[in-house]
């Protein structure tokens, strides 16, 4: 079962790194999807005054984990904040896309400050400021952030699950990623010059 993950794992990740600028609008609704939702789960988090659910592990497990530590009210939140978050991305896309950049990115951001294990005070300004980080890119660059988060991240991906599978050391994982991204990089490149 484990390989089996790790080899879909990749192929998904591979096929985002190289074809991220072709999924850009199914990438509007996940990240909107993603934000929504994971806003829902910081703030029932903070509610409860719970820091950290548990520690990072492997996807399943992490999210098994999840649904046993969130409250079971928040479970209707989740799915009104889906319908209307879908409602929302087919009536005004205009407003839904950077919304979605806003919030998927903040969320990124807590993400990060927990893994590096980061605490302070001015979380919520950090989360704040990476998000609208996030979006001034996004706003500026348009399609060559797309193609850039998605080359990089998609490879990023990619690379975590060889290291993680096969105990690779962290020298490894930074050239793979670097690899793979360079490469991405270049086919989308080329295939948005040509689109």
Known sequence: ???FVMIVGVLISLFIAFNGYKLRAP????????GVVGMIVLYSLYLYGQTTPLIFTPFIPFIKGLIKFIPSKFYMAMA????????????????????????????????????FNISSSLTILIMAV????????????????????????????????????????WW?????????????????YRSWQKG
Do not use: E
């Open 1 to 3: 079962m484990g390989s």
């Open 27 to 34: 990438f509007d609704l996940l990240k909107l999807l993603v």
């Open 80 to 115: 009104v904040a889906v319908i209307l978050a879908i409602v929302i991305y087919n009536n005004y896309s205009s407003f839904s896309s950077p919304f979605g950049t806003f919030l998927f990115y903040t969320l990124i951001t807590r993400v990060l400050l927990y893994y």
């Open 130 to 169: 990476g998000g609208l980080l996030a979006l001034l890119l996004k706003l500026l660059f348009k399609d060559q952030f797309t193609i850039a988060i998605s080359a990089v991240g998609g490879s990023a991906a990619a690379s975590l699950l060889f290291k993680t599978f096969y105990y690779l050391p």
């Open 172 to 188: 490894l994982f930074i050239l793979i990623t670097l690899l793979f991204s360079i490469i991405a990089l270049y086919i989308q």
